[in-house]
């Protein structure tokens, strides 16, 4: 079992930056993917940031992520981060990590993709 635990979440002003953080409770090894999900009230859950565990080909970001966000991970602290700058009011969600442990190391976009997940963080950005 894996528990993914998020942290970083808040309240930032439109224009500021956030990151947020994802600590798995156990050893990466047999990570193949990992993901940062939202879901704003009323929407579903949509991935905005995604890399392979392993590194190597490039991350994947939403076309409302690109140029704003940052995925990255640390191996040696078993972490993933999501550097969140130039925030709008459009990024007020819930952010979730996710994690997959089978399979390919491909980022899918499919919340079914993904066998973890952490409890969540509240992201609100002001105007």
């Known amino acids: 079992q894996v528990q993914l635990v998020e942290s970083g979440g808040g309240l930032v002003q439109a224009g500021g930056s956030l990151r947020l953080s994802c600590a798995a409770s156990r050893r990466t090894f047999g990570f193949y993917a990992m993901g940062w999900f939202r879901q704003a009230p009323g929407k579903e859950r949509e991935l905005v940031a995604g890399?392979?565990?392993?590194?190597?080909?490039?991350?994947y970001y939403a076309d409302s992520a690109k140029g704003r966000f940052t995925i990255s991970r640390d191996i040696a602290e078993k972490t993933v981060y999501l550097q969140m700058n130039s925030r709008k009011p459009d990024d007020t969600a819930v952010y979730y990590c996710a994690a997959r442990t089978y399979g390919s190391s491909f980022v899918f976009s499919t919340q079914a993709a993904y066998n973890y997940w952490g409890q969540g963080t509240q992201v609100t950005v002001s105007s």
């Open positions: 890399m392979r565990w392993s590194g190597g080909v490039g991350p």
